[in-house]
């Protein structure tokens, strides 16, 4: 059971916005700022599209954003795309001192 | 650029033993800490361990502790996973990732390494 709870699908068509939750505790989304967001097409890497809640690393397209309130963090993908078919995960660092990081269960976006 | 490339990767009988390795180019190995993370079949992503930059601080998930050591070797720009008492639940891709300046994220992943557990 991940630590971190995200809808297991989502789906919206080309040129909408979704929203992707992603609900913590108060040992991981709520406590700090380091939450992050990954993208992952089938077979491939997962690869870095938010970090520290709302940053995006050089080359990540602006359509994505990423915010937090209380113990939800959120990833927001607007003007959907075909190409942004793929799973997504949040992922906190986490207060614990014996387990320092956590995903949640990753999200499935279809664009229909 | 940030290259990660992991090997080691194999059918390997429960109880057995495996030691991963990571390749780590185009970046000063030596001044970021390092991550482990798996991906069971059809499953989602399952943290596994992180290591300091200086080797210094070793952290585990539950599901592997005791039975799995993470390592580096600085000098040869390498990052280890040693795999022992292997369990039919290991059976993943094994990917390692490189944090980023600050700790705060998995800024680069590599592709990844399949391990199977079976009899």
């Known amino acids: 059971q991940s630590a971190l709870t995200q809808p297991a699908s989502l789906s919206g068509s080309p040129g909408q916005s979704i929203t992707i939750s992603c609900t913590g505790t108060s040992s991981d989304v709520t406590g700090h700022n380091y939450v992050s967001w990954y993208q992952q097409h089938p077979g491939k890497a997962p690869k870095l599209i938010i970090y520290?809640?709302?940053n995006r690393p050089s080359g990540i397209s602006n359509r994505f954003s990423g915010s937090k309130s209380d113990n939800t963090a959120s990833l927001t993908i607007s003007g959907l795309q075909a190409e942004d078919e793929a799973d997504y995960y949040c992922s906190s660092y986490t207060m614990s001192s014996t387990r320092p990081w956590a995903f949640g269960g990753g999200t499935r976006l279809t664009v229909l | 650029q940030v290259q990660l490339v992991e090997s080691g990767g194999n059918v390997v009988q429960p109880g057995r033993s495996l030691r991963l390795s990571c390749a780590a180019s185009g970046f000063t190995f030596s001044s970021y800490a390092m991550h482990w993370v798996r991906q069971a079949p059809g499953k989602g992503l399952e943290w596994v361990a992180l290591?300091?930059?200086?080797?210094?601080?070793?952290f585990y998930a539950d599901s592997v502790k005791g039975r799995f050591t993470i390592s580096r070797d600085n000098s040869r720009n390498t990052l280890y996973l040693q795999m022992n008492s292997l369990i039919s639940e290991d059976t993943a891709v094994y990917f390692c990732a490189r944090a980023n300046n600050y700790g705060t994220c998995l800024a680069f992943w590599g592709r990844g390494t399949l391990v199977t557990v079976s009899s």
């Open positions: 290591i300091s930059f200086d080797g210094s601080n070793k």
């Open positions: 520290d809640v709302s």
